[in-house]
């Protein structure tokens, strides 16, 4: 599976984003997916995920009530729809792929490349 992530950018606190993740490859609707993030000196962080169907989904307490993550299976795509954006959010976010929903990074096989998101105050 081949991850590429867009709709990075600079957004004002308060403003919104929606990250998308375009996956290669029949079986991505297999897949449980995630979304993390890595601040400069941080490490790596769960923000969100979600089962194969959708029916499941885990999210940060720190994004909780602000993010949604959702997919679309007809278009190999995930979604990550920011809102409320804080300048704390400000990192580079991936999407990975999983067999299983989980949590932490070493889980997920597949990685994107990663997108910026700044977030000004």
């Known amino acids: 599976v081949q991850l590429v992530e867009s709709g990075g950018g600079l957004v004002q606190a308060g403003g919104s984003l929606r990250l998308s993740c375009a996956a290669s490859?029949?079986?991505?609707?297999?897949?449980?997916m995630g979304w993390f993030r890595q601040a400069p000196g941080k490490e790596r962080e769960i923000v969100a995920a979600?089962?194969?169907?959708?029916?499941?989904?885990l999210y940060a307490g720190s994004v909780n009530g602000r993010f949604t993550i959702s997919r679309d299976n007809a278009k190999n795509t995930v979604y990550l729809q920011m809102n409320s954006l804080k300048p704390e959010d400000t990192a580079v976010y991936y999407c990975a792929a999983s067999e299983a929903v989980a949590g932490i990074p070493p889980v997920y096989h597949y990685w994107g490349q990663g997108t910026q998101v700044t977030v000004s105050s």
């Open positions: 979600l089962n194969w169907s959708g029916s499941r989904t």
């Open positions: 490859g029949r079986t991505f609707r297999t897949y449980a």
